[in-house]
């Protein structure tokens, strides 16, 4: 039997299509199971979550991915979540990055205000890294429990976790998978066997997944297929999870001759997608078996890669030749390159697409019947909508217009953020860009109204420019549109589909020469996009001596001015200060942009607090990101920012003609439902908790635990939105708060790790002494809802109680206690019989008896069988 209060708390990821978000409770222990972020996710959900943040004791983390650890900046942002935060180390570090990409793409597109970056950075300081089968004993609240991370088989360092309280074994296991993949292991179920609690994720009961070996086959038959027509092909995965799966199978492929995939390009192109494969490439011991074996005798790093190249800008991608294939972030296309891509890519016949996760909508075509009514909750993802089309389904053509008799208009909007500089005060209404109006960029849909384009957006695909023009375009790399209200927008790169979209134009890419490139190609970041072409003359590398012809270093603090010499006479705080000022956002994003910005007027010239025409890319970037870091004061002297600089989102409702290939090739990495049924079936738990995506996912689970475990109704459990399920199963265990008074006047006995005494109180309810003072706990600000009842000191005379006695000491801890104190104990017929006088001997109602003459040793043997009981 359970001693201890056991409660599961949902707050999303129960039937709701949500990202996991749970609470366990084992007694006044509350542990965060997982808190997943997804832009679905209402906010009332977030504010619900944020009421318990005072009472959690630890939070436990399975993946790096945002389903599962998106709302931890939020959570610490906001809420004031301070408890350490349990996780293995690839989790820890990959998800840090996982949230660095996911603030780049949310701030670049709309104003994203759900968390800053030092909130990334705090919170992850609390994280206890743990390593696989590592049995962490807990503290504070939590001493006497311990947790241990087991591989789930599903990202690296991917983690099932087993948690345990005296007898009671708790297992939560959600996106796992019992297959090996090429870079890690299957889950270890093997560590979960029989356990007290299971906590299952049920979503993908219904699912089949496809054999891996047709699964390779069809993506290098697809690739080849697509390049050997001319196209380009755009493969969305997600940060860090899967996408080093494929990184790996097409790095390979491209090694092999016999693929045929050498001559084209491969690129992966994502804020972080340097520092992941950086970061992945120490942590081989994290990896299966054959890559850790080829490791050790090769020194062989398969994340090493010598095919792919990391891109961090579109600039860097244009570099990439075509056709090429394209790993870009994210998986949903909700945001991130792969959205540009795809409204870029779209409209071309020669393209592929290819989606390679549901990312966490689990939902069948059953589940969307109701589309068409614009009543389905959570609204779909353009990733999702792709993947319907891919497979045929009737509902993902609900509402698509058609462009012609084979070709779907699929609506997109589309945002990104602009620089915008103020004109400065006293200089006049300055003449509206007379190019403005003539340089409209082609839309995807004839007839449809597109923002004023650049420039060089008008010069950029043409192949044979002369110097003249060359120069001519790099002086407009900012076209600027003057509005009514005196704001002066320099727009960035274009986000429109090209006006050559049935066209690849090979020429805007530099060919793969073998001269080395500059190491700071002049490029515009996401932010600006050059016209000019890069890397136009050799390669020149100087190289700065140091040291004098004596071989001493050279001392420049000698030479400096005398307002230079005030520089170093300043405090270390101040000079700490301004360094993290200056590296705090290239540290994040370390792409090279030294391209210049030059903007152009036709009026009078403008006065701005940095001189544009000489500050480097590097910098206007950085002030960018640094106008949205919550901690760091913008309008300190020692940043610079100019007056008339800041950035506003530009929005655009466009209808993308799809004419390219559209496929779904599941790389997600997950047990299917046939799986999952025998999975359950060899864990044989106890009691259930079936936790998924849809109702009839979950109710495929329930029914297999019914006819295959013969467990009865009330073993499993089934919770909906924001639901608590109650697994305590001791009908005389309740809680209850205490008032000091009483609790002075209590006696406590000490039995093994507890103290126990017996109490006399009258109950009275909680709202009743709310206003008093002196009671045991502190009610927090949203729990107060559980009602407890709070015990007061009897106001009567309270008559005396029978002795009780707690404990249930073991016959064979009784024989060893007799022989230490020197008395001959031996077992006869179930008995434990002492020097030939006394018996101790358990009733078939597990009562203990004590018989014998009575003598020394009689007295002597009841005494210890007295210490072993806390007597009440």
Known sequence: MATS????????????????????????????????????????????????????????????????????????????????????????????????????????????????????????????????????????KGRGLSITPLPSGHMLGGTIWKIVK???????????????????????????????????????????????????????????????????????????????????????????????????????????????????????????????????????????????????TLDQLDLVANPKVILATDASLRAGFSRLLFADWADNELNSIILTSRDGDFREAADFSVFADNRIEPPVSLGRRLIGLARMEDWAREGLAMADEDTLLVPLHLSQRVPVFLEAEGDGNTNENPNGDASRRGSAVEGQTVPP???????????????????????????????GDGVINFQPYPFLPSQHAGVLTHGRHLACYDIVNDSNPRTGGQFFRSAKLANLTFPIHSRIIQWDEYGE????????????????????????????????????????????????????????????????????????????????????????????????CVSEELEIPLRCEVSFIDFESRSDGESLRKIITGLRPHEVIVIGATQAAVNAVVEHCRSDLNLRKELIHTPSGVDVVNCTKESDIYQARMKDSLVRRLRFTKIREYDLAWVDADISTGDENNTEGGVI?????????????????????????????????????MKQLLLEMGLQAEFNSGALVVENCVSIKRTQTGKMTLEGIISPTYFTVRDLLYRQFAIL
């Open 5 to 140: 209060i056991i409660k599961l708390h949902t707050f999303s990821g129960a039937c709701d299509n949500f990202p996991p978000c749970y609470i366990l409770q084992v007694d006044d222990f509350y542990c965060l199971l997982d808190c997943g972020y997804s832009e679905i996710l209402p906010e009332s959900r977030i504010a619900e979550i944020g009421k318990w943040v005072k009472k959690i004791s630890a939070v436990l983390i399975s993946h790096a991915s945002l389903r599962h650890l998106g709302l931890l900046p939020v959570l610490y942002g906001k809420y004031g979540l301070r408890c350490p935060v349990y996780t293995t180390i690839p989790v820890c570090k990959l998800g840090q990055l996982v949230c660095y990409d996911e603030f780049q793409s949310r701030y670049l597109s709309k104003d994203f205000k759900l968390f800053a970056l030092d909130d990334i950075d705090n919170v992850f300081r609390l994280v206890v890294p743990v390593k696989y089968s590592q049995t962490t004993n807990l503290q504070g």
């Open 166 to 312: 005296d007898e009671t074994d708790i297992i939560y296991a959600v996106d796992f998978n019992n297959e090996k993949s090429r870079h890690l292991n299957g889950a270890a179920l093997d560590a979960c066997i029989r356990p007290r609690l299971l906590i299952i994720d049920a979503s993908n009961a219904l699912y089949t997944n496809t054999m891996r070996k047709d699964r390779n086959s069809l993506l290098r038959d697809l690739l080849l297929k697509t390049l050997r027509r001319g196209g380009n092909v755009l493969i969305a995965v997600d940060s860090t999870g899967f996408s080093l799966e494929l990184a790996y199978i097409l790095d390979n492929l491209w090694h092999s001759p016999e693929s045929g995939l050498m001559a084209y390009g491969l690129a992966m192109l994502s804020f972080v997608g340097g520092n992941v494969l950086d970061t992945t490439r120490a942590l081989i011991e994290w990896m299966s078996e054959r890559i850790l074996r080829s490791f050790e005798d090769q020194r062989n790093n398969p994340f090493q890669m010598r095919h792919l190249q990391v891109c961090q």
């Open 453 to 483: 384009t650049p420039l060089n957006a008008k010069v950029y695909d043409e192949d044979q420019n002369n110097d003249d023009d060359e120069e001519e375009n790099d002086e407009n790399g900012l076209s600027e549109v003057v509005t």
């Open 553 to 648: 270093k050279c001392d420049t603090t000698v030479y400096r001015l005398s307002n230079e010499h005030e520089e170093t006479k300043m405090s270390p705080d101040k000079k700490r200060k301004r360094l993290e000022g200056v590296n705090l956002a290239s540290n994040r994003n370390r792409s090279n942009r030294n391209s210049r910005v030059q903007p152009t007027t036709n009026g009078a010239k403008k006065k701005a607090g940095v001189d544009l025409a000489t500050a480097p890319m590097e910098k206007l970037l950085n002030l960018l990101v640094l106008q949205n870091t919550s901690s760091v004061n913008v309008n300190s002297p020692e940043f610079q920012i100019p007056n008339n600089m800041t950035t506003k």
């Open 777 to 813: 706990g502190i009610i927090s600000e949203g729990v107060s809802a559980d009602n407890l009842p709070v015990l007061n000191p009897p106001a009567h005379l309270i008559e005396d109680h029978s002795t009780v006695f707690v404990n249930e000491p073991r016959l064979s801890d």
